[in-house]
């Protein structure tokens, strides 16, 4: 097997380790916060099929959704959903993560149904190169 896809084979185990801590550290952080009476709302992260057309240069291949339940208890109001939404995309590191791990699609969506809100990750970071 040549040296550049054993290369290839390894950095994609250590990027899929990456993603699913992020994942566990996202979901162990909205339980607390959850918890402890600082977020009305449980949040649950999972990864999704995201928006080909949002893909950038850091795209994962096949799964670049970064998708977030939202567990109210009641349908949620659009703008509940958008505020949600504007929390996430405020916090620079976070989707500085997000995009250098391969997501380019940040999903939001209430307790039933996949459909809610998205977002173009890149739209709110200027990446090298674009």
Request: aromatic share 10%; with cysteine.
């Given at each position: ?27 162990d952080?909205?339980?607390?916060s ?7 709302t449980?949040?649950?992260?999972k ?69 809610g ?14």
């Amino acid at each position: 097997m040549p040296i550049n896809t054993w290369n290839n084979i390894l950095d994609w185990f250590k990027e899929r380790s990456e993603r699913s801590k992020l994942i566990r550290n996202f979901n162990d952080s909205a339980k607390s916060s959850f918890v402890l009476g600082i977020a009305p709302t449980l949040l649950k992260a999972k990864v999704s099929k995201g928006e080909k057309k949002y893909n950038h240069q850091f795209s994962h291949w096949l799964y670049s959704g970064f998708r977030i339940q939202a567990f109210s208890g009641r349908p949620l109001a659009k703008d509940e959903i958008i505020q949600i939404g504007k929390v996430i995309l405020d916090d620079e590191i976070l989707v500085r993560k997000l995009i250098v791990l391969g997501w380019d699609t940040l999903e939001i969506h209430g307790d039933k149904g996949s459909y809610g809100c998205r977002w173009q990750l890149k739209d709110h970071l200027s990446l090298p190169g674009s």
